[in-house]
């Protein structure tokens, strides 16, 4: 069993910033690669930021240069510094892990974020 906790999320106003934390426990063997999706209202869900085992990361082109995602690894705990918030922002945000031995993947509950004056 393997459970992703989240944390973070809220109501900010433009320009201003949230850093979401989740942490993985339960059975997970080997590297990981773990994540940052959202989903806006009324629309499908989309890649935000990807951390892979070795630290490469990867952005949504949306986001670069606002969001930092990084990880401690040795706890499979993985972070999203959000900055520049602006109202397109808004989505529900969900975490993800997969393993790289096997594939399996894993989501989160998911934690609201809301960029609103």
């Known amino acids: 069993q393997v459970r992703l906790v989240e944390s973070g999320g809220g109501l900010v106003q433009p320009g201003g910033s949230l850093r979401l934390s989740c942490a993985a426990s339960?059975?997970?063997?080997?590297?990981?690669?773990m994540g940052w999706y959202r989903q806006p209202p009324g629309k499908q869900r989309e890649t935000v930021a990807i951390i892979g085992n070795a630290d490469s990361t990867s952005y949504d082109d949306s986001v670069k240069g606002r969001f930092t995602i990084t990880r401690d690894g040795g706890a499979n705990t993985v972070y999203l510094q959000m900055n520049s918030l602006k109202p397109e922002d808004t989505a529900v945000y969900y975490c993800?892990?997969?393993?790289?031995?096997?594939?399996?993947?894993?989501w989160g509950q998911g934690t609201q974020v809301t960029v609103s004056s």
């Open positions: 993800h892990l997969v393993t790289v031995v096997g594939g399996s993947p894993y």
């Open positions: 339960g059975d997970i063997f080997g590297p990981t690669v």
